[in-house]
């Protein structure tokens, strides 16, 4: 690895708008698959900013220039991720950041082996042979869990939702809402997501985030039935969607189309040309109700686990 180089943790918000760049940067000189969109790192960003202290979890390499060339961070589970510029990829940064994670890891296991104790989680597109490599040759092993990427044009407009009587399709409100925005994020989720209303809070006030496109159907009563998180890459004019659900009271009404449509509706207008979204290979609900949209799985996600 070039001594040029520079590997320091994460300062601030200006940080997370960097990673944000370098994700758009390296679409942009790759594909839709070989990096996270925006939204990825968001929902990540947010997941690990609810239990833990960022400037501990995530690390960034600098070039000579100070431009942020690499980033990797440590979650829950416990979980890891490293994205790295297109120029930089098997210089040097990946295994870096994985001595550095495991390390990390290693540590705080000494403290909570319970929390911190289990396989190391990280994964790959299932055609990135690079990926593949480099995790099987430091120990991972492929698993169970294969998440499913599909794909839309929004050349064309979304298909009509039928909206049950009484119940409304709008952005979450700017203030007011963000406790019950987390609540059913909470019980969709259970047991994976414990975030709170001060979590979604801080969510909304993060750089990245975009309010109008934090879709809900509400219901007569007042409630949010159902939700999905927009994303925009404005650079490669692509849209993500995550997470979406809906209350388990509230499913099977059409409702989650409604939000998925609307939410189409308003990338497009923003000027995104496509939109992606992920689920389990399992999830065949999910599946149906992407498909009927006009989403194609293009790629699969393979996950990978190391014993500690």
């Known amino acids: 690895m070039r001594r040029s180089i520079t590997f320091r943790q994460y300062a601030g918000e200006d940080d997370l708008v960097k990673m944000q760049r370098l994700l758009m940067d390296?679409?942009?000189?790759?594909?839709?698959?070989r990096y996270w969109h925006v939204g990825d790192l968001m929902w990540a960003f947010l997941s690990l900013t609810s239990h833990l202290n960022p400037q501990d979890r995530i690390r960034l390499w600098h070039d000579e220039q100070d431009s942020l060339v690499g980033f990797a961070l440590v979650g829950e589970d416990p979980a890891f991720e490293c994205q790295v510029l297109p120029e930089f990829v098997w210089a040097g940064i990946e295994q870096e950041a994985l001595a550095w994670a495991e390390a990390l890891r290693a540590e705080l296991a000494k403290n909570d082996v319970k929390r911190w104790g289990g396989a190391f989680i990280w994964g790959a597109r299932q055609d990135d042979a690079s990926r593949i490599a480099f995790l099987e040759g430091h120990g991972f092993r492929q698993d169970d869990h294969i998440e499913v990427n599909l794909l839309r044009s929004l050349d064309e407009p979304p298909p009509e939702a039928t909206i049950p009587d009484g119940y409304h399709i709008r952005a979450v409100a700017e203030s007011?809402?963000?406790?019950?925005?987390?609540?059913?994020?909470?019980?969709?989720?259970?047991?994976?997501?414990?975030?709170?209303?001060?979590?979604?809070?801080?969510?909304?006030?993060?750089?990245?985030?975009?309010?109008?496109?934090?879709?809900?159907?509400?219901?007569?009563?007042?409630?949010?039935?159902?939700?999905?998180?927009?994303?925009?890459?404005?650079?490669?004019?692509?849209?993500?969607?995550?997470?979406?659900?809906?209350?388990?009271?509230?499913?099977?009404?059409?409702?989650?189309?409604?939000?998925?449509?609307e939410d189409m509706r308003r990338m497009r207008n923003l000027g995104m040309n496509r939109v992606c979204v992920s689920t389990g290979e399992s999830n065949a609900p999910a599946r149906r109700l992407y498909e009927s949209l006009g989403f194609r799985v293009v790629n699969q996600y393979l996950t990978f686990a190391k014993p500690a």
Do not use: K
């Open 176 to 261: 007011g809402e963000a406790g019950q925005r987390a609540d059913i994020e909470r019980e969709v989720w259970h047991p994976y997501s414990d975030i709170s209303g001060d979590d979604y809070t801080h969510l909304m006030r993060l750089p990245g985030y975009h309010r109008d496109l934090d879709v809900v159907a509400v219901s007569p009563e007042g409630v949010i039935a159902a939700y999905v998180n927009g994303w925009i890459d404005p650079l490669n004019q692509i849209g993500d969607f995550g997470p979406v659900g809906a209350r388990e009271a509230y499913r099977r009404r059409g409702l989650t189309r409604s939000v998925l449509v």
């Open 26 to 33: 390296a679409r942009a000189r790759s594909d839709d698959w």
